[in-house]
């Protein structure tokens, strides 16, 4: 399963730093739990200071479980070392199924046979 998340940051310092830091060291952390990440994007419009991934979760995962499980690793906290969690101030999750036409498809051991 696919899956956009959007994080927003407190202040375009806090955005640049876990874009350019501490999400870049997610990469690492998210392939030992099967996680791929296909995108990392900031956005700052409407004021807003965003952080927005596109990720894949592996095939049969509980994808809030699996996020539970991650943030809850040594690796993850590593990943975060030297952040002030308190500058995200919001995080969605948007779950997306790719249409049969997009150039994002699902692996083949996810097509059902």
């Known amino acids: 399963m696919l899956a956009l998340r959007i994080y927003t940051l407190r202040t375009p310092e806090a955005l640049q730093r876990y874009g350019t830091v501490h ?6 952390t998210f392939t030992i739990f099967g996680v791929t990440t296909h995108g990392v994007w900031t956005e700052r419009s409407g004021g807003e200071n965003r952080l927005v991934a596109l990720i894949r979760y ?5 994808p809030q479980h699996l996020t539970r ?12 070392d030297g952040f002030n969690v308190d500058d995200i101030v919001d995080v969605q999750s948007i779950s997306l199924d790719p249409t049969s036409f997009s150039p994002i498809h699902r692996r083949p051991q996810e097509c059902s046979t």
Do not use: I, K, N, T
């Not at 999400?23 to 690492?28: D, E, Q, S």
């Not at 592996?58 to 509980?62: K, N």
């Not at 499980?69 to 975060?80: C, G, K, L, Q, R």
């Open 23 to 28: 999400w870049a060291r997610h990469l690492a």
């Open 58 to 62: 592996p095939r049969g995962a509980d």
């Open 69 to 80: 499980h991650v943030m809850a690793s040594p690796e993850f906290a590593a990943d975060m």
